[in-house]
């Protein structure tokens, strides 16, 4: 098996800031850290009676929903608000035989609206790169959930949560339970838990829900929850979907729950004063116990708040490095052609 | 048209022959090799120092979209494509619409092969009534007509008795069936090789049994009915393996390999580039080194373009919305070259695999360059840097990888009996 090869840096620019949120993977702990850090001031600026800072004043962020979602597309709604930019929500239906020349043809008419940045979700696995690469340079891509790739806001809020309720990534043993297979949310976990620095990172599932070889994310398996549980300071809980009873990758919602639900008998394992996250919807007495779910271990709501704290902060970094490039890009162009204001965004800034 | 090709270093592995030496050309046939032949009244002639000559190619798949899909190549841009990459015999899946599973159809594709005459079109036929996989097709008829085997591609069959029932057919009438060995219930929505980096970046995995599950069941039918089979497009280091074993057993099967599989693994799809979505996927290293073991060892007799034309628009989605297949034809050259440099193979094997190799697995005529055969004759310079770009490939398909770059290995001339059908000259 040959080493795997590097994604190239369309994430960053020049200057090696962020400019699109596409993956975790390739990007440094230096901007994860900083994506944390600046989620943490807004945290803080959550405690004020004015929620609003005027950092996205005057831009125009498209919410583009190819799959539904409520929570996801909700509080990338309420960050670009408190950012004051203004939002647009298109939520698009697509069927499967056209969905390759309709996203195409639905991006060239988004792009000719002048908007700034897209939020996007899609059902495709690379969805959000194929979008970045097909779209003008100067509007920023925030990936917010594509096929089984990647959701890396889902990952950053959920690194910001264990920061905040954990401390150091450095100490730390985390596990990851349920459908790994199926998961973006669990993918862009394992590479922000791996690049934070986590010497110990868990997956626990039956064989039919873990991919190839997951070893080579930088995972330990486990099929066992008391095992895999055992003295960790995090659990991470995924949600099952209840197609995965078709085609023989569970038997049955019931034995699924016997075996991987989490319960406060499993809970026991783990540290005792271990955290329960869960990127939610939760599925209660599917993957979670009720109880678990509201007991004073579970930080599940507070992951729904942290969420819109670290959009705002990923969406105003990439839009930072977005009018870097261009300005850095226009300017190196001034001699060979003169732009006119309108077209090259100067009139924006 | 009577044609002197002069001083070439003359390839021609069907008759061991590999040295500098003339050819003589005339009415379609090389008429004398070496000798300074007098009486010889030559109305042109080549200069082939520095160039190598050898059997025109025969690529046993190369698709041609025409009838149905003329968006993405036609009889006529295809042909024109497999001539500038010195393919002189083409191979044509039935996957047109319709398919080509009624003699009309594969009439009409070889009339406009005719028409066009840049290199000879065999038709492969449709082995089920629209590739269905339920209803055997007039595979008598269609062998009568010209198609030189029959397929039902990578398509599933009804049931193993349908698929049983067609070899038995095709046996009957001596006619060889081309397998592309595939389990589609293994394969479920994958798009590229269940390995590492299926797992990375979320892509659904093709497992390699679904290859070698659906080959073990091949193999055996294939030996139960007699019947004469080729297997293509192998694509994993297991299948090699259970290829050589039913060879050692003495059960008369060929098989071939895409030339992008002997050069390409998993790692090209790192960042989601949909230009190397192929089926079956680019494996792993160790499958790629296998499979070019198989060919060294003539396990695999061909190497086959799988040349599949896209018009840009299906390249154009995420990866797993665009349609696989790569324009191939005009890289199959380069491509072994490279495998030549980089001594994965002798030159004289890779023009091996690419003529008589060929010729012997379809049992078509060509792949050789003896006094009396047909002069189906590519000339190449084996060194020369080219840019592959959209003003230089002749494929109606965009699709390569190669697109905008430079490659060494460049096609001189094609003839197809001795009628010049290509010619680049600097």
């Known amino acids: 098996m040959g080493p795997i090869a590097e994604s190239p840096q369309i994430q960053l620019t020049d200057n090696g800031q962020l400019r699109h949120f596409l993956t975790i993977e390739g990007l440094p702990s230096s901007i994860l850290c900083e994506i944390l850090d600046t989620a943490d001031s807004f945290i803080s600026m959550e405690q004020q009676s004015v929620k609003k800072v005027p950092l996205l004043r005057g831009k125009t962020i498209v919410n583009l929903f190819f799959e539904p979602s409520t929570r996801t597309r909700t509080t990338f709604e309420i960050a670009a608000k408190r950012l004051s930019a203004d939002v647009i929500n298109l939520n698009i239906s697509t069927s499967a035989t056209t969905k390759g020349e309709s996203l195409l043809d639905t991006l060239r008419n988004l792009e000719a609206m002048a908007s700034d940045m897209f939020v996007v979700r899609h059902a495709d696995s690379g969805a959000a790169h194929f979008i970045a690469e097909q779209v003008t340079p100067k509007i920023a891509i925030i990936n917010a959930g594509d096929g089984r790739h990647a959701h890396p806001t889902q990952a950053m809020l959920d690194m910001l949560t264990i920061r905040r309720h954990k401390g150091e990534f450095e100490q730390l043993s985390v596990a990851i339970v349920g459908d790994i297979l199926h998961s973006r949310v669990a993918r862009s976990q394992i590479q922000a838990l791996n690049t934070l620095g986590v010497p110990d990172i868990r997956v626990i599932a039956p064989n039919t829900l873990l991919p190839f070889d997951v070893e080579s994310l930088g995972v330990k398996i486990y099929n066992r929850m008391i095992d895999g549980l055992a003295d960790v300071d995090t659990v991470i809980m995924l949600r099952l979907q209840n197609e995965r009873m078709q085609g023989a990758l569970l038997p049955s919602q019931h034995e699924f729950y016997q075996l991987y639900g989490l319960t406060m008998d499993k809970l026991k394992y783990a540290k005792p004063d271990a955290i329960v996250m869960h990127p939610g919807p939760i599925n209660r007495g599917v993957e979670i116990a009720s109880d678990v779910a509201d007991s004073n271990q579970s930080v599940i709501l507070n992951q729904v708040g942290y969420g819109i704290a670290v959009r705002m902060a990923v969406m105003s970094m990439a839009m930072s490095g977005q009018t870097m490039q261009n300005q850095e890009n226009s300017a190196g162009h001034n001699d060979e052609h003169l732009e006119s204001p309108d077209s090259n965004g100067t009139a924006r800034l | ?426």
């Open chain 2, 1 to 426: 048209m009577s044609i002197y090709i002069k001083g070439g270093r003359l390839i021609d592995p069907a008759h061991k022959v590999d040295m500098t030496a003339d050819l003589y050309v005339a009415e379609g046939k090389v008429v004398a090799i070496g000798e300074n032949a007098k009486s010889f009244n030559a109305e042109q002639t080549i200069d082939a120092k520095g160039l190598i000559i050898c059997p025109g190619f025969i690529d046993l798949s190369a698709s041609i979209p025409e009838p149905g899909h003329e968006t993405k190549g036609t009889v006529a841009s295809e042909t024109r494509a497999a001539a500038a990459a010195g393919v002189t015999s083409l191979c044509c899946p039935p996957n047109t619409t319709p398919a080509i599973d009624s003699p009309s159809v594969a009439t009409l594709i070889q009339d406009l092969g005719r028409q066009n005459d840049f290199c000879h079109l065999y038709p492969i036929g449709a082995m089920t009534v629209g590739l269905q996989g339920a209803q055997l097709s007039e595979i008598y008829a269609l062998k009568e007509v010209g198609c030189i085997a029959v397929s039902n591609m990578r398509r599933p069959y009804q049931s193993n008795a349908v698929l049983l029932h067609c070899l038995e057919y095709a046996a009957t009438h001596d006619i060889t069936v081309f397998f592309s060995s595939t389990d589609v219930t293994l394969e479920q929505s994958g798009c590229v090789h269940d390995g590492p980096y299926a797992t990375r970046l979320g892509l659904g995995g093709i497992p390699e049994t679904a290859e070698t599950v659906a080959l073990s069941r091949d193999l055996l039918l294939v030996e139960q009915s007699g019947v004469r089979a080729h297997f293509g497009q192998l694509s994993t280091a297991r299948s090699v393996e259970l290829i050589a074993r039913a060879q050692d057993r003495g059960i008369p099967i060929t098989a071939d390999v895409a030339v992008q599989h002997l050069i390409s693994t998993e790692t090209c799809i790192h960042d989601f580039n949909a230009l190397y979505h192929i089926q079956p996927p680019l494996r792993s290293e160790q499958d790629r080194r296998a499979l070019l073991q198989g060919v060294k060892q003539g396990v695999i007799s061909a190497i086959c373009s799988y040349h599949q034309p896209h018009e840009t628009a299906a390249k154009m989605a995420p990866f797993a919305a665009t349609e696989p297949g790569i324009s191939s034809i005009e890289t199959l050259l380069p491509y072994g070259l490279e495998l030549v440099r980089n001594n994965a193979l002798e030159l004289t094997e890779l023009i091996e695999r690419l003529t008589f190799g060929p010729a012997k697995a379809a049992r078509i005529k060509g792949g050789a360059l003896g006094i009396g055969d047909i002069a189906d004759i590519c000339i190449f310079d084996p060194d020369e840097y080219w840019l592959l770009n959209e003003k230089t490939i002749f494929s109606k398909g965009h699709n390569t990888p190669l697109l905008n770059t430079e490659i060494q290995g460049r096609v001189r001339y094609t003839m197809v009996a001795g009628r010049k059908v290509h010619q680049y000259t600097n």
